[in-house]
């Protein structure tokens, strides 16, 4: 069974699994976990930028997560099939490692291959002259200035070195999985780069540091996690997967699953798991921020498939999944834009390339006429969970199953009734490639200082 066939195989699995949830995200998990283990070829395909707000407006030092605003979504790449894993940016230069390729270093339009080899995690150092990064198992240094390459720790089929992250310049952590039968254990330790001792700090994976209160956060049993390196006390966060810090110390981005179950019939039950990226302040974890709005990808019938059903005194689930999967979220430098992996599930299970996405923050709200924009814009681009955050429903749903929106023009703003509307001239592709020119007013509401798309007529 050749790599693609494999990797289909395992994602359709970790889609479909009916009963048993906390299986079907460990198998997720552990699928991502180990695609160190393909290095298969990966060809960057395109680049789409959209530029939509060009000034970032970020003045106060003590912004909360939940009033962060998305600035920019933009799709940085499209991949071929695997799974882009942790990137880091400097400066905006963006470090992008590929298995089976190796680092890419990406500075504006001009990328170039500056490692070869099968590299499944890289991060920048706070001086930006060194990068770390995990290839095969094995734990590696790359001078910038001199593409001098230092090993650290190898590893074997028994031991891995995976996920490091910087603590200073010259110290860093690192996750040791051991895998044994049946069971795998993971570790973080610190490395001393001077002296090259390993210490080891508790059980979890993902470590990342925080170098303004001298904590740790990371993941352990799911659950996300911050440690006093002082003190050692530990402090359970919130649920979720794949914790990083940002660079000023003030948000920690990860993944997180919802669950959602309702009653359908006597001992029948559908369940709707989504996966989103959140962000959580340090200094208050009640203060959390959605960044993505993933939504339900129905993929079965559930009134033939309430047919289907024998009489059982057990209760029997339908369970579905979203559209979308995140992983690896990662911060710029400058803690203002957060990068981020995300697989799109839409054609029957089957995935399409995966995307590398970056979004930028501010903490302003987005005008009314930028809300439409941005809403279009998302629209084109096949940003769809996007642009379902700014909408109240999904208007152009029907339009969309026939046609492609290729083009938009603002023609005129307004207010009717107390309420703001944007009217916008559209320009439909149809399937036999000819234009349809169309206007439609967009009606917006105003909640807690976020515009709201209404409707659309």
Request: charged share 25%; no cysteine.
């Amino acid at each position: 069974m050749n790599e693609e066939r494999v990797e289909k195989s395992l994602e359709s699995l970790a889609q479909s699994i009916p009963v048993n949830q906390k299986l079907k995200r460990s198998l997720y998990q552990k699928y991502l976990f180990k695609t160190y283990r393909k290095f298969g070829s990966l060809i960057v395909a395109g680049l789409l930028l959209l530029v939509l707000v060009p000034t970032l407006l970020w003045e106060s030092p003590s912004v909360k997560a939940a009033d962060l605003k998305i600035g920019q979504y933009l799709v940085l790449a499209n991949l071929e099939p695997g799974t882009p894993h942790g990137v880091s940016d400097y400066h905006g230069v963006v470090y992008i490692p590929y298995p089976g390729e190796g680092i890419i270093k990406k500075e504006g339009d001009v990328q170039k291959t500056i490692y070869a080899g099968a590299v499944n995690w890289v991060k920048v150092s706070p001086s930006g002259q060194q990068l770390v990064f995990s290839e095969e198992g094995s734990l590696k240094v790359l001078e910038l200035s001199s593409n001098r390459v230092t090993s650290l720790l190898t590893g074997d089929e028994k031991v891995l070195y995976l996920q490091p992250s910087w603590k200073m310049e010259d110290s860093l952590f690192y996750t040791r999985q051991e895998l044994s039968p049946g069971e795998v254990t993971s570790t973080i330790y610190a490395l001393n780069l001077e002296t090259m001792e390993s210490q080891e700090i508790t059980a979890g994976s993902f470590p990342s540091y925080l170098k303004e209160n001298n904590s740790l956060v990371y993941e352990f049993e799911e659950q996300i996690v911050l440690r006093d390196m002082q003190s050692g006390i530990e402090t359970i966060m919130e649920q979720g997967n794949q914790p990083q810090a940002s660079p000023d110390g003030r948000y920690i981005a990860y993944t997180k699953y919802s669950i959602e179950r309702k009653e359908l019939q006597k001992n029948i039950e559908q369940e709707v798991i989504l996966q989103d990226v959140w962000i959580a302040s340090v200094s208050d974890f009640k203060d959390k921020n959605k960044i993505t709005d993933n939504f339900v990808l129905k993929t079965i019938d559930e009134q033939a498939w309430l047919a289907s059903l024998e009489p059982s005194a057990e209760v029997q689930i339908l369970s579905l999944s979203g559209r979308y999967s995140y992983f690896y979220p990662s911060w710029s430098d400058d803690s203002k834009g957060l990068y981020f992996g995300r697989r799109d599930f839409q054609e029957s299970q089957i995935p399409l390339a995966p995307q590398l996405i970056r979004v930028d923050f501010v903490n302003q709200p987005l005008a009314a006429q930028a809300t439409v924009e941005q809403y279009l814009q998302a629209i084109i681009n096949g940003n769809d969970d996007y642009a379902t955050s700014l909408a109240r429903q999904p208007f152009l749903e029907e339009k969309l199953k026939q046609q492609r929106l290729s083009s938009y023009q603002v023609i005129d703003t307004g207010k009717e009734k107390n309420r703001e509307y944007i009217d916008v001239q559209l320009s439909w592709e149809k399937e036999d490639g000819l234009l349809k020119n169309e206007i439609l007013r967009f009606y917006l509401s105003k909640d807690e200082g976020h515009y709201w798309i209404e409707e659309a007529i």
